[in-house]
């Protein structure tokens, strides 16, 4: 069985940093995609970045290009969400997703890992 974990989450000022990482063991291909996505209460959860474990490129929602980087370490199974200039409409639950191709902010079949809270202040 799949077994997504994150970890990472915390709270800082507006302007901060943080890095949020996502471990994904077990999955049953060696090349899949691994998302990070955020919801807040009352909305949708939304696409944030997201990057396939073979040499394709990532991929990022237009509110953190520039601003999130993803990256990953295949060897640890460990993908990264490095997060610069945070602000407080970035604050959400972010989870980390695992599933088959990077190529809908929508995936089906996907394992989830329970979230972790990043809290921006002003």
């Known amino acids: 069985q799949v077994v997504v974990v994150e970890s990472g989450g915390g709270s800082v000022q507006a302007g901060g940093s943080l890095r949020l990482s996502c471990e994904v063991s077990?999955?049953?291909?060696?090349?899949?995609?691994v998302g990070w996505f955020r919801q807040t209460p009352g909305k949708e959860r939304e696409g944030v970045a997201m990057k396939y474990t073979g040499a394709i490129g990532p991929h990022y929602d237009n509110s953190v290009k520039g601003r999130f980087t993803i990256s990953q370490d295949r060897d640890k199974g460990t993908t990264y969400l490095q997060m610069n200039s945070l602000k407080p409409e970035d604050t959400a639950l972010y989870y980390c997703?695992?599933?088959?191709?990077?190529?809908?902010?929508?995936?089906?079949?996907?394992?989830w890992g329970q979230g972790t809270q990043v809290t921006v202040s002003p």
């Open positions: 077990r999955y049953p291909v060696l090349n899949y995609c």
């Open positions: 997703a695992a599933f088959d191709a990077c190529t809908t902010w929508s995936p089906v079949n996907a394992h």
